[in-house]
């Protein structure tokens, strides 16, 4: 009896070891097939003359993106939570490509207040818009945290604030004709048709888990993006939106919460692209001919790509929209679609 059990614990160890290391291999020949395959921006086009907004511009899939406009020629206008990092990035990019044109603005966008100051600002001070990227993000802390807004943190930086920006700056926009919207969205916007509901959008009515937060926010952004873009149609303003593909940035080292704070993580060492590999949808999206007239769509590796189901749903894109129209409280003189 304890002989038998001995050797079926050797064997189930034995097993045990042989699949942990199948899999640690596997998981590493992916990660070289993964990085391999990620598209490219192949595009050539100048941005000479354009003025490009991005938020979050300071590290990871920003920084990258801005370093790529700034060497195409365009003017970039960093908004950042935090002005002397953002400072220190500025003069990086300029030693880094020989430009000059690029600056930094603050910017939160967890608080509608600073986003309507900064809008404000913008607008007075500015002449064109020609591409608006809403990158910011976080991954959502591990306890549920209200802003003195009373939003939802998660979903108040990467949504909310964008979608009230974004709002704000339409008059620009439309003035600089044709411009871009570009929204970082993320394959992991992926969620429940049961759990997903509109007039739940700041978790008045269910439990709060990071996962969950960071995950409604990117759909929110798709759903967002499908919206705009029927409002925005013929008026020479396009949006898209894009997952950058699984990439290793700080967005996650900040965050709470075993699978955001730790799973992720410790895959992202084996088989995360890189801060430069992720930014080249986002820098298609924002020069390239061949997305000029393209409008409403979600893009993965410099394509076309699909969404779940609840993120191709024009009806739900709708009372998303309205119900973020009430969170952020906007104001009929907010309104330009
Ligand atoms: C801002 O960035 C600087 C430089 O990276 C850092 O030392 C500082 O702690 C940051 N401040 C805040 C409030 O995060």
Redesign the pocket.
């Known amino acids: 009896m304890d002989r038998r059990f001995t050797m079926y614990t050797e064997t189930i160890l034995k097993a045990a070891g042989i699949v942990s290391l199948a899999s640690f291999v596997l998981t590493i020949l992916y990660g070289f097939w993964y990085r391999f395959r990620a598209g490219r921006c192949n595009s050539e086009a100048s941005m000479k003359g354009k003025v490009v907004l991005i938020t979050g511009a300071s590290s990871g899939i920003g920084k990258e993106t801005a370093r790529d406009l700034l060497r195409r020629g365009a003017r970039v206008i960093m908004a950042c939570r ?1 002005l ?2 953002a400072a ?1 990035v500025a003069e990086e990019l300029r030693k880094n490509t020989g430009r000059q044109l690029i600056e930094m603005l603050h910017l939160d966008t967890s608080s509608m207040v600073s986003v309507r100051n900064f809008a404000k600002n913008f607008v007075e001070k500015e002449k064109r818009l020609d591409v608006l990227i809403l990158n910011a993000g976080i991954g959502g802390p591990d306890d549920m945290i209200y802003t003195d807004e009373n939003l939802e943190i998660t979903m108040a930086t990467n949504y909310f604030g964008h979608f009230l920006l974004t709002n704000l700056l339409l008059g620009l926009l439309k003035e600089s004709t044709p411009s871009r919207i570009v929204v970082v969205s993320s394959v992991l916007h992926h969620q429940s048709p049961q759990t997903f509901n509109p007039l739940n959008l700041n978790f008045q009515w269910s439990k709060y888990n990071s996962l969950h937060a960071h995950g409604q926010s990117k759909l929110c952004c798709i759903l967002f993006t499908r919206q705009l873009a029927e409002y925005l149609e013929g008026t020479g303003v396009t949006v898209n939106t894009l997952c950058p593909g699984f990439t290793y940035t700080h967005l996650f080292s900040r965050s709470g919460g075993f699978f955001m704070g730790g799973v992720y993580r410790f895959l992202a060492t084996f088989i995360a692209k890189s801060a430069t590999s992720g930014a080249q949808t986002p820098i298609y999206l924002s020069v390239s001919e061949r997305v000029a007239k393209k409008s409403g769509r979600y893009f993965e590796d410099c394509a076309v790509s699909k969404t779940s189901p609840l993120g191709a749903d024009y009806g739900l894109a709708k009372k998303v929209w309205e119900a973020s129209e009430a969170l952020v409280k906007l104001m009929p003189e907010e309104r330009h679609v």
Do not use: A, G, I, Q
Request: aromatic residues 0%; without cysteine; positive net charge.
């Open positions: 935090n002397s990092k220190r």
